[in-house]
């Protein structure tokens, strides 16, 4: 019964291994991955430039095709040979020799080596058309010799401007003003790094040690109540919805594969990078046995087909695959032996008329048997007549509890009749849904439910509870979040309130937080620093940056973390707060987004420009650090309060042995002085420019009219400039970064306020309740609720004057 070992296990250190045609990409996603891995790049050219002191050209021109040929597999062999740890090694042409292709299947033995590949179409744009056919045909047989593959999706921005779950506006004008969109590259890179850590098994601890609240570090198998959104291929292929209109429908995205089109392999490749780039979450890829609207197979197609299809899925670097326990042993153990680290979700299922009853001891052993294999989650679905009252199949999870003995593989266990899932509370986890306006599915689950009524029945049943959420602070009538969280419980069928509550003092604060119905605040001012002194549990991002804007009441039984995650949404007393930072994130992703290859941070080079030293400044001063940024600089109106947030960060930086590249000096932060000063000689001028100061007066301040010096604004590759203000909307900053992209240089990047504002809700939104959140939606109520502020503002003066 023991599982076979997983032969795709590798290193996470393993040089990683890219191959692939020419103008699929391999170039520049090798700089990406190298630069977020951390690793050296080896390219083939400059590999056999170095060993043999002459371009490949040039040796071919000097020594003739027979002596290149010779060479050139010698030293594709010494350059995978002599790194095979800590490298990303693109390879070049030689890939499409035979030799060259043994060479590498043994390497994968040993190491990940990813096939990339595109739309022919991209392709074609940087081939000879001469080529084309030989050259498409030549690189499929990549396949044979890689153990990942990675499609590399060209994905044109869409009609509304961008990517659910990245998009970047650059919005310049007030709503629908001119778009500078976010480069084609940036999901590109999004996507590659995410492929990346799951090859590396990096990315599951990365979400649980930076942020352990975040949605994406409790897996769907582990949260008190999950959902998986059912999307057939055959649907996929021919859909009548938007890929935004299936945001926050789902924990986790079901891919079933039901239909056999041309290019099966490479359809499918797509699709995975579609859901992947447009969904953003976990993905089951499972391979329907009997498809209806397709032929029928002999046994024997059946197994070589299915096999192959599941191993697509493995090499695809899916997070979960679900195998069908009940198919033969050399079928299941083919599968298990290279699972890598895809999770396995082992079925059983019982379709047709006489399924097995839950009280049958069959079961039982069904569910030892997935145990027994290792398999990460277990899945046993009958369907039913009239058989089956829900008391058998508690009567089960219940036996299970008592004769299993631990580790449990956590179970989805449900019933299903011609009418569908007989009700959707019977599995806490990976519930089937699917989308409101989706037809039902024309087989076995004949009528999925959907997330909001799932989720929604879980408040009526009163498993959940409907609780009261805040914007805390002492400006806060403005605040935006009260609109853009109570839209969003609206989508999700939640039955929480967001209100925004005057206040400053902490008592007050206290009495708030302290209710059995509290879930969570967003603080502002005069409360981000304050409170750090009354808060035990914080995420070390808010420790290191000395402000909480987000606070959450621990109500875990235990002290463990998931159990407190997964007392969210429930009432009672709590144990304890937490308190972390989402400011530095939201600008951090804002960053990334606006950035241009060009730009990308490179730590000895790149130069980040803060302006203001409250709390928000504090966030941005870390996320450029958490970007890799080393020389920073600060000016602030008051100079001695940018010097004590330099000696923060500096000192801080010391202690993690972060160290500034430039000037002799290891301080990563340093403070400019004066608007008047030129450019510091020994650094770049900025490329990444962070304004955190209120553009109307606050406390009786005077407003910032902060304005970038000319001679700051030198960088010949542009830049991005965050303006965290939108009151009003386009700012002096603004304003006049406008006019020198129209004039100067096209290549800077605005972000305006409304799009770092959203994004802090978004993000609160989801520590908050840890469901996705509907981001898109929560987008456009930012900007109509501002833009009805503004109306409400204008009339209100006109009033005013009329009356005056
Ligand atoms: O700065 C902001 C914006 C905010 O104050 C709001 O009103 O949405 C909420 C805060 O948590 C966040 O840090």
Redesign the pocket.
């Known amino acids: 019964m023991a599982p076979p070992k997983n032969e795709r296990a590798f290193e996470a250190n393993s040089s990683i291994v890219l191959v692939g045609c020419r103008g699929a990409g391999k170039r520049t996603l090798g700089f990406m991955g190298a630069l977020h891995l951390r690793r050296r790049l080896v390219t083939e050219e400059h590999y056999f430039e170095k060993t043999t002191g002459l371009s490949r050209g040039e040796y071919l021109a000097r020594h003739g095709r027979e002596a290149f040929a010779r060479q050139d597999i010698e030293v594709f062999k010494r350059m995978l040979d002599s790194n095979r740890t800590g490298c990303i090694i693109e390879c070049g042409m030689s890939s499409l020799t035979g030799e060259a292709q043994d060479a590498l299947r043994q390497y994968s033995s040993t190491n990940p080596v990813v096939y990339i590949h595109r739309e022919k179409e991209q392709i074609a744009r940087h081939l000879d058309a001469a080529d084309l056919q030989q050259l498409l045909k030549a690189d499929g047989r990549h396949r044979s010799c890689s153990n990942f593959e990675y499609y590399n999706l060209y994905d044109p921005p869409n009609k509304s401007g961008g990517h659910i779950s990245g998009t970047s506006s650059g919005a310049s004008t007030p709503l629908n003003g001119r778009q500078s969109g976010p480069s084609k590259l940036l999901s590109a890179r999004e996507d590659f790094t995410r492929f990346l850590d799951i090859v590396t098994g990096r990315g599951a601890t990365k979400a649980w040690l930076e942020s352990p609240f975040s949605v994406s570090s409790v897996p769907p198998e582990f949260r008190s109540y999950s959902y998986a959104l059912r999307l057939r291929l055959s649907y996929l292929m021919d859909m009548d919805l938007e890929w935004e209109d299936f945001e926050a429908r789902g924990d986790c995205v079901e891919f079933i594969i039901d239909h056999w089109p041309d290019d099966l392999m490479n359809v499918i490749a797509r699709q995975i990078a579609l859901i992947r780039r447009k969904l953003g979450i976990p993905i089951i890829y499972h391979v329907e046995e009997n498809p209806r609207g397709e032929r029928r197979r002999t046994p024997e197609e059946k197994d070589a087909m299915d096999a192959d299809l599941l191993e697509l899925g493995l090499r695809l670097g899916v997070d979960y695959i679900s195998l069908d326990l009940q198919r033969h042993d050399e079928f299941v153990n083919r599968v298990l032996r290279h699972r890598g680290r895809s999770k396995i979700i082992g079925n059983f299922w019982y379709m047709g008329f006489g399924a097995l009853a839950w009280q049958d001891d069959r079961q039982m052993e069904n569910y030892k048997r997935a145990q027994g294999l290792g398999c990460e989650v277990v899945r046993m679905v009958r369907f039913c007549t009239n058989d089956s009252p829900a008391e058998l199949l508690e009567g089960f999870k219940k036996r299970l509890q008592q004769e299993v003995p631990d580790p449990k593989p956590p179970l989805v266990a449900y019933d299903f009749s011609v009418l569908g899932v007989r009700t959707p509370l019977q599995s806490r986890i990976l519930n089937p849904v699917k989308h409101p306006d989706m037809e039902n599915e024309r087989d076995h689950l004949a009528t999925v439910s959907t997330y909001y009524h799932s989720y929604e029945l879980l408040f009526r049943q009163f498993l959940l509870d409907p609780l009261q959420f805040y914007?805390l602070?002492s400006h806060?009538s403005y605040?935006?979040?009260p609109a853009m969280h109570s839209a969003a419980y609206d989508f999700c069928g939640m039955p929480h309130t967001f209100q925004d509550v005057t206040c400053s003092t902490i008592d007050r604060l206290n009495q708030i937080c302290l209710s059995d119905s509290f879930g969570g605040a967003?603080?502002?001012a005069p409360f981000k620093v304050a409170i750090m002194p009354h808060l035990k549990v914080k995420s070390h991002h808010a420790t290191a940056i000395g402000a909480v804007?987000?606070l959450l009441p621990l109500r875990g039984k235990t002290s463990a973390i998931l159990d407190h995650a997964n007392s969210r949404n429930k009432a009672g007393p709590a144990r304890e707060f937490f308190g972390d930072n989402t400011?530095w994130s939201s600008i951090l992703t804002c960053l990334r987004r606006a950035i241009s290859p060009r730009n990308y941070v490179q730590p000895s080079k790149t130069t980040g420009l803060v302006v203001g030293a409250g709390g928000?400044a504090r966030a941005a001063i870390y996320a450029l650090i958490q970007l890799g940024c080393r020389n920073i600089f600060i000016y602030n109106r008051t100079t001695p309060n940018a010097n004590q947030v330099a000696q923060h960060f500096n000192d801080w930086a010391a202690t993690q042995g972060i160290v500034g590249t430039k000037g002799g000096s290891h301080e990563i932060c340093r403070v400019l002085p004066s608007l008047s000063e030129p450019w510091p000689r020994a650094y770049q001028p900025p490329t990444m420019v962070i304004s955190c100061v209120p553009a109307t007066s606050a406390n009786g301040s005077a407003p910032a009219d902060f304005e970038m010096p000319l001679d700051w604004l030198r960088s010949p590759t542009g830049g991005v400039v965050v303006e965290l203000a939108y009151e009003p909307l386009v700012t002096p900053l603004v304003a006049q970064m406008h006019a020198v992209r129209d004039h100067m240089s096209p290549s800077w990047v605005v972000v305006d306020g409304l799009e770092v504002?959203a994004e802090?809700?978004i993000e609160?939104f989801e520590l908050m309740t840890g469901r996705m959140a509907p981001k898109r939606l929560m987008k456009e109520v930012c900007r109509k609720t501002w833009e009805q502020q503004q109306q409400q503002q204008r009339q209100g003066s006109e009033m005013a004057m009329s009356s005056y």
């Open positions: 914007v602070g806060v605040s935006l979040s967003s603080l502002t804007n987000v400011d928000m504002v802090m809700a609160a």
